[in-house]
């Protein structure tokens, strides 16, 4: 079996492979490249890779990535293999410019985490990401030979973060800039934080190695190695872990210093405040395209809030959102029809390659036609079709709420009941999965994956709708409002709306031995609010014991459509492990509780006339 399954995987890699092949000679046969040490107002030096064309006869436009992520590989002699957004860049002709940001790899200076804007500089050596930013513009379009005058930048991630950075007092020659999947809040909604909620595996495991120190400038094969895990289980390593204060003691010491601001920063306060660049975002010159997925695992949060801050800020400036079926950067990587079980019945990747990120930097910075972009760009799953919108979130929609019933049951009809309430207990020893199955790393496809394992536990909450006999598509923000009790004087809540598929719903795979898509239940969006922060993130406060309290959050937007046949599900539940770090259920410091702290909890959810739990949606008309 394991000679078959080689053997097919061999068979499905080649064309890849030979695609991979082609681009890298074309790239060698069409670009020269050369590497220099840009120098910034204050003196330090940023390594920076150009690739520029070998034909001489034309001016290009400049598109450049700044990354912390390395400009691999280093040495003139050495190429990427694709160059740029996607190899449409390279084919049309382009100076493509890679730089390592001040402080990581092969630069100079000292670096910090999504280093706070200074929008007062006094002198030379006040600087930030913006600063570099237009220094290094700068430096091109004085030194290239073969530049048109105009750039461009882009970015994902964390490289996504440095392309919203040059935006702020921007360089006249940065005509085009493309934030994608941004890093943008890194204790309300991105990465590292939700709703103050503490999003344990992924921080632990990307500061685990990109977190340690560099003292000198380094190249990757002499950088930090991956942390290796004693257990092949993330659920198993981190209940052994216990209290999150262990992991400086085993693991950590004082060696990872983001990770001890992390620990000695448990509400928003001024340090977490300084990294929202969003009040940033003011006089915006660039032409702006921020892209996201919707099934983006670490920053949809930092795709939809970054277009609502530029668009609100500057509303007479070209500004686009593009929202996908996408995990993490996956319109750059593979053709996005499929993601988990879910098949979207087309190349959405590819799609918005071509149509949409290639024809807008083509626009502004070669003046190509428009193609007639729209303010937004939004696949809707479920019905799996691309919508142009004139906003968003969309005008035409119809606010209604979703209400939480006994006997489970979910409708956009009040309830009446004088008292009704269900209850259950959580203990935080035996905390909710996050996903189905035994995992080492945090997958991307929990995003999206079947909740059926979650439904049939005694700790999670279920309210479904009845059949639909008529498609209902949701379009933009959702806001959760439970009315609940709780034992203890804290807690987390994890709503999850959900697309629970027909019992005789075809399957994908005719092998039986794969998954069932009758009864599937799709996460279309879930979302954890830390409870003790309900009413502020800068001044948590605890649950008064068994009394009715309204825990009440946004929601990042969803562009779905639940079909006839379907029905729409919720999901509540106190704990999402090892996504997000336990809750004690008990009011305090969560990064200093000992293990004694940690008690069960019994948990009432209220559904009745004066106190309804609700979900509220946007119906798109």
Not at 343 to 367: H, I, R
Request: with cysteine; net charge neutral; proline share 8%.
């Amino acid at each position: 079996m394991k000679k078959i399954f080689l053997l097919l995987f061999l068979i499905c890699s080649l064309p890849v492979l030979a695609q991979i092949n082609q681009d890298s000679l074309y790239i060698r046969e069409n670009y020269d490249k050369v590497e220099k040490y840009v120098p910034m107002r204050d003196g330090i030096k940023l390594f920076t890779s150009i690739y520029t064309p070998k034909d001489k006869s034309k001016k290009y436009p400049i598109m450049l990535n700044r990354t912390p992520y390395t400009v691999s590989p280093y040495g003139e002699n050495q190429y990427k293999t694709s160059l740029g957004p996607s190899m449409l860049f390279a084919r049309e002709g382009y100076i493509f410019v890679y730089q390592d940001v001040r402080g990581k790899w092969m630069s100079e200076g000292e670096f910090e985490d999504v280093r706070p804007h200074n929008p007062k500089k006094k002198s030379k050596k006040d600087i930030d990401e913006s600063t570099d930013t237009y220094d290094t513009v700068d430096w091109l379009v004085k030194n290239l030979s073969t530049d048109n005058g105009r750039a461009g930048i882009y970015g994902i991630s964390y490289p996504g973060f440095y392309a919203t950075a040059s935006l702020p007092g921007a360089h006249p020659a940065l005509k085009a800039v493309s934030p994608q999947a941004p890093v943008t809040d890194w204790f309300i909604g991105d990465d590292f934080h939700h709703n103050g909620a503490f999003m344990m595996i992924d921080a632990f495991s990307f500061y685990s190695s990109f977190g340690v120190p560099r003292p000198v400038p380094i190249t990757p094969d002499k950088g930090p190695k991956p942390f290796k895990f004693p257990v092949q289980d993330n659920y198993k390593f981190f209940m052994d872990l216990g209290p999150l204060k262990n992991v400086k003691a085993k693991y950590f010491a004082d060696s990872i210093k983001f990770w001890n601001d992390l620990m000695a920063h448990p509400n928003y306060d001024s340090f977490w405040k300084a990294r929202n660049i969003r009040p940033q975002l003011t006089n915006v010159k660039p032409a702006t395209m921020v892209v996201g997925g919707f099934f983006d695992a670490e920053d949809t949060f930092g795709a939809l809030r970054t277009y609502e801050a530029i668009e609100k800020q500057n509303p007479k400036n070209r500004n686009m959102l593009v929202m996908g079926p996408w995990f993490h950067g996956g319109w750059a990587r593979g053709t996005g029809q499929y993601f988990g079980d879910i098949d979207f019945g087309q190349a959405t990747s590819t799609w918005y390659q071509q149509n949409v990120e290639f024809p807008f930097f083509q626009n502004l910075l070669k003046d190509k036609p428009s193609a007639n972009l729209p303010e937004a760009m939004i696949f809707i799953t479920g019905s799996n079709e691309w919508k142009k919108f004139d906003t968003w979130p969309p005008k035409n929609v119809a606010q209604k709420s979703l209400y939480f019933h006994a006997d489970g049951k979910l409708s956009f009809d009040a309830p009446s009941a004088d008292e009704s309430f269900d209850e259950y207990i959580s203990d935080p020893n035996k905390p909710v999965p996050y996903t189905d199955g035994v995992h080492l790393r945090r997958t991307r496809e929990y995003m999206i994956n079947d909740q059926r394992f979650a439904s049939r536990r005694p700790d999670v909450m279920v309210y479904q709708t009845e059949i639909l006999t008529e498609d209902i598509t949701l379009a933009g923000e959702i806001i959760a409002k439970l009315m609940v009790s709780t034992s203890g004087t804290d807690a987390d809540y994890v709503v999850k709306l959900i697309d629970v598929y027909p019992d005789d719903y075809p399957n994908n795979d005719p092998n039986p031995m794969n998954v069932q898509m009758g009864g599937y239940q799709m996460l279309v969006r879930g979302e954890v609010m830390r409870g003790k922060f309900r009413n502020s993130f800068e001044k948590p406060e605890p649950f008064v014991p068994n009394q009715i309290t309204e825990v009440k959050y946004n929601i990042p937007d969803v562009a779905h459509t639940f079909k006839k046949g379907h029905r729409l599900m919720i999901q509540v539940q106190n704990s999402w492990f090892p996504l997000v770090d336990r809750n004690p259920q008990k009011f305090l410091d969560i990064y200093n509780a000992d293990e004694k702290d940690f008690q069960k909890a019994t948990h009432r959810i209220y559904h009745e006339g004066k106190n309804a739990s609700s979900l509220q949606v946007s119906v798109l008309n």
